[in-house]
């Protein structure tokens, strides 16, 4: 059975740096495209980036965009999300998701698989 499952998460302060990182159980993974989202406390959860199952393409939200990095390793069967310049605004549980599509530019569609998430927390 396919599974994602996240790690990296942890406490920094604000301006630091964190590495996210989300591996599947199975290589199939690597054909679809995964985003990563973010659920703040008391907030709806948000996408904050996605790639491609190629690693072609890209997208990110505004509010992370020249901050954030998505990537993936298809010999790990990984997708990464580096984050630098952290502040307190990106708390939350991050989550990976693999989506029913190689690309898709809207990072919130189709998404069918999450992992468990991974806790994030920005101190000011």
């Known amino acids: 059975q396919l599974q994602l499952v996240e790690s990296g998460g942890g406490l920094v302060q604000a301006g630091g740096s964190l590495r996210l990182s989300c591996v599947a159980s199975k290589s199939s993974s690597n054909y679809y495209a995964i985003t990563w989202s973010r659920q703040a406390p008391g907030k709806d959860r948000e996408w904050v980036s996605c790639i491609s199952g190629s690693g072609g393409s890209t997208n990110y939200a505004d509010s992370v965009k020249d901050r954030f990095t998505i990537s993936r390793d298809h010999s790990k069967n990984a997708v990464y999300l580096q984050m630098d310049n952290l502040n307190p605004e990106d708390t939350g549980v991050y989550y990976c998701?693999?989506?029913?599509?190689?690309?898709?530019?809207?990072?919130?569609?189709?998404?069918?698989?999450w992992g468990q998430g991974t806790q994030v927390t920005v101190s000011s």
């Open positions: 998701a693999l989506s029913s599509a190689p690309w898709y530019p809207d990072c919130g569609s189709y998404l069918r698989l």
